[in-house]
């Protein structure tokens, strides 16, 4: 099996990525396609590492309605656990007779005094009772105020709303080879200005019989736009003096070669910079295809159709060797 590549002198490192040079201390990509760092921390306590609003601004949207709903529901179970333990003759206005219908009155009175709703049916007469119930409107009072804050949050972070496609082709570009990717804004009404594209390479090669990570800004063939409105294809001419020179499939694989590409741009929308990282692995790279077009005319020709089913659409240009 062949060995990474040797060490370039000529060619130029960028030690400023923030990743480390050692092979052995890295388990699968730098970046993972969400554009979050594959990176676990260890060494310090939960609670120092964790930031509650943080995670609660960026976890998945489901994963936040399962966490409201499930503090809500547990908030309350814990009243109602609270109330009974209290005596349940605190409660005035119970009318089921049954124990399970009791405990199904208490647990709706908590939910009540919870939201600060207060129906009226049903009130504590005893001192325990009230003081219970003071503290859960209370605590009710406060934890919407935050679920507000949290909701807010999320709903007013400046986005970029890209979608990548899933591969990186190298393929002929007009008459040498080059390595392409393409993304594309896919909100309607939002388009992204001063639109700034960084890509870097990442590979393993062998210095005095040593192996390590280096670290290589490509040189694209575009690396700024005005404007965003339609899809943007990113393109990396292989020359002599790119890294990938003379590089095949092969090398591409043993040497671990992952893209890191970084985009800044202005949001119109929320008049803020945004920010997008994701990455392409060796295994993400196609050799000899070629992206179809994704957008066409409109049928009365007056507007661009952006078809953003088409990202990942490519046509095979056969096998080549060498890119």
Do not use: C
């Not at 908030?75 to 005035?92: D, E, P, R």
């Not at 945004?274 to 179809?292: G, I, P």
């Not at 009365?300 to 080549?320: A, P, Q, R």
Request: aromatic share 14%.
């Amino acid at each position: 099996m062949s060995t990474s590549r040797k060490y370039n002198p000529q060619l130029k490192a960028n030690n400023d990525t923030g990743f480390g040079s050692n092979p052995s201390a890295y388990g699968g990509r730098f970046i993972n396609k969400d554009g979050s760092f594959n990176l676990k921390r260890e060494g310090i306590s939960f609670l120092d590492r964790i930031s509650i609003y943080q995670k609660m601004i960026s976890v998945p949207r489901w994963k936040f309605i399962a966490i409201i709903l499930l503090f809500f529901f547990a908030a309350n179970v814990l009243f109602t656990a609270a109330y009974l333990l209290t005596g349940i003759n605190g409660l005035q206005g119970m009318q089921n007779a049954s124990q399970w219908g009791r405990i199904k009155e208490v647990f709706y009175f908590s939910t009540q005094t919870f939201t600060t709703v207060g129906y009226g049916r049903i009130n504590p007469s005893s001192d325990f009772a009230n003081i219970l119930a003071s503290v859960e409107a209370l605590t009710g009072f406060l934890s919407f105020a935050i679920a507000t804050g949290l909701i807010y949050g999320r709903f007013a972070k400046p986005r970029p709303y890209l979608a990548f496609s899933d591969l990186a082709l190298i393929s002929p570009f007009r008459d040498i080879t080059a390595l392409m990717f393409r993304f594309a804004t896919y909100k309607d009404n939002h388009t992204l200005t001063n639109v700034d594209i960084k890509v870097n390479v990442a590979m393993r090669v062998e210095e005095n019989g040593n192996s390590r990570y280096m670290f290589y800004d490509l040189d694209l063939e575009r690396s700024h736009v005005d404007n965003l409105p339609m899809n943007w294809t990113v393109v990396h001419p292989i020359t002599e003096n790119s890294p990938l020179y003379g590089f095949t499939y092969e090398d591409l694989r043993n040497g671990d070669v992952e893209l890191y590409v970084l985009i800044t741009a202005f949001d119109e929308v929320f008049s803020s910079p945004v920010l997008q990282r994701t990455s392409y692995t060796y295994s993400e790279m196609k050799v000899n295809a070629k992206f179809k077009p994704m957008y066409r005319e409109s049928e009365d020709g007056n507007t661009t159709i952006l078809e953003m089913h088409k990202l990942n659409e490519i046509m095979e240009l056969g096998e080549s060797p060498v890119v």
